[in-house]
């Protein structure tokens, strides 16, 4: 509190709390429930990303504290998150991302996206909607954003053991049946 006139001032432990803070997407907000009710489990961590422009994938939220990815420009052939977003994509728009994305791809990468081999693994991830990590350990599910946007949502169990990897399972059915965006129809 001020001495002069009474009013309240903002502390530099408030500058601290805030240094963490971003702007969300409004995307964010219409996934919002959804990861609300997967933190709630308290086995998992979660992070959501988006296309922010042609050829950007960006994660815009993530549970990890550890692992803050905010605003990371995410690999279109190598990152979980972003390869089950382009399965909302149309194919006229997922080769302007591809195409937006060459420049900046690896050797290896680019390989992959102009040999076509990458387009082959999203053809063969289409049917099951869902991308599981070896070990069951995590799970990716596209997600249709407000005005098409292109989005994917990424689940990973903070420990392992038969149990989690179930109820992750479990987890992903109960999405794929409860939550349409997550459908690829």
């Known amino acids: 509190m001020r001495l ?20 969300a997407p409004c995307t964010v907000d219409e996934v919002a429930p959804l990861l609300q009710e997967i933190l709630a489990e308290k086995i998992y961590h979660v992070e959501f990303g988006m296309f922010q422009e042609p050829g950007r994938f960006e994660i815009a939220e993530c549970s990890r504290r550890g692992r803050m990815r905010y605003g990371e420009c995410c690999s279109l052939v190598n990152d979980d998150t972003a390869i089950v977003a382009q399965l909302t994509c149309s194919p006229r728009r997922l080769a302007m991302h591809l195409d937006a994305y060459l420049p900046r791809a ?10 076509g081999q990458h387009v082959d693994m999203l053809q063969d991830i289409q049917p099951k909607g869902i991308l599981m990590s070896e070990g069951g350990i995590s799970a990716a599910l596209p997600w249709a954003g407000s005005g098409g946007r292109c ?9 392992t053991s038969r149990g989690n990897r179930c109820a ?3 987890l992903v059915s109960h999405i794929q049946e409860d939550w349409p965006q997550t459908s690829l129809t």
């Open 168 to 170: 992750l399972e479990e």
């Open 4 to 23: 002069g006139d009474g009013a309240f001032e903002l502390t530099h432990r408030l500058d601290e709390m805030m240094a963490d803070a971003h702007v």
């Open 106 to 115: 690896t050797c290896e990468e680019r390989e992959l996206i102009q040999s």
């Open 151 to 159: 989005c994917g949502l990424r689940i990973e169990l903070k420990t």
